[in-house]
């Protein structure tokens, strides 16, 4: 594997508009990259100027950035209970896929929802229909829905690939749909991709169900938390519980070279912690 030509990266902090994030990215010899377009645990944010949009571009343009991949609001839920959240989390979903346009970010990355009491099959009725919705409104616009895979924390949908497969087979623009597997959620939920015989059983699945064409990104995170325990708590790359087992299988994998390496793992302003995980990642490729 050639060590050269691999997109990694990690999720930036975006400090005074969107284009730091880049700056940032850049300083730190980034390929990929990863951000949130507006305030994350906000409903509402500023539209973003055309000075910002254009900075944006330009930085990304002049760049060593490959690819990017922005990250909706932890508020949207688009299986929502209550019918007003439901709602709110639509247009706000529509609104990220608007800003991810403008600032010509090709994917926006969202957990799918959690259902409440309202059961799974209902949930995932609801988020294929908010999905087409959103689409419908934007319908010429080129950024795509990356349905992220979740530990299925709570009443969270999303745990298993057959319930990326459900969503995907019924959201009418397929074309728009892609998926992106968060390695501390996939353990999570009880995808072994610690064992070696075991994590080709997982990416063989992935395969058969959904298909590797729509893998667009991998999280690359450590789990705080046993396998199948379906809690969300990510860590540094080997000091988890997926350890350097697991990352050793993904790294040397050639049919996810080229997909992108986002790190999504705890850190301090300067990201000297992300550097510290891409050593210790690039350090496992033989």
Avoid at 31 to 58: C, G, H, V, Y
């Amino acid at each position: 594997m050639n060590k050269e030509n691999l997109l990694i990266g990690a999720h930036a902090f975006v400090k005074g508009g969107c284009a730091s994030a880049v700056y940032s990215s850049d300083k730190l010899r980034f390929t990929a990259m990863q951000l949130f377009t507006k305030n994350n645990n906000r409903w509402a944010a500023p539209s973003l100027k055309d000075s910002e949009i254009l900075e944006f571009r330009n930085a990304l343009s002049n760049s060593n950035i490959k690819f990017v991949v922005s990250h909706d609001s932890y508020l949207i839920n688009l299986c929502a209970v209550n019918p007003e959240i439901l709602e709110k989390s639509r247009l706000a979903f529509i609104d990220e896929l608007t800003r991810c346009e403008l600032l010509g970010i090709p994917y926006l990355n969202f957990h799918p929802g959690s259902h409440g009491a309202q059961g799974e099959d209902e949930g995932i009725r609801l988020i294929i229909e908010s999905i087409n919705l959103a689409h419908e409104a934007t319908k010429d616009y080129k950024t795509g829905s990356m349905l992220e895979l979740t530990a299925g924390q709570g009443t969270a949908i999303g745990y298993t690939f057959d319930h990326l497969k459900k969503i995907i087979d019924g959201v009418e623009d397929k074309s728009r749909m892609s998926v992106c597997i968060d390695t501390a959620h996939a353990f999570a939920a009880g995808y072994n991709i610690k064992d070696p015989a075991a994590y080709e059983k997982v990416i063989s699945d992935f395969d058969n169900i959904i298909g590797l064409d729509r893998l667009k990104c991998l999280h690359m995170n450590d789990s705080k938390k046993e396998l199948g325990t379906r809690v969300d708590r990510h860590d540094h790359i080997g000091k988890g519980f997926i350890g350097l087992e697991g990352f050793a299988n993904i790294m040397n994998d050639k049919r996810l070279e080229m997909v992108p390496k986002i790190l999504e793992t705890p850190k301090e302003a300067d990201q000297k912690e992300d550097l510290m995980n891409i050593e210790v990642l690039l350090s496992l490729i033989k």
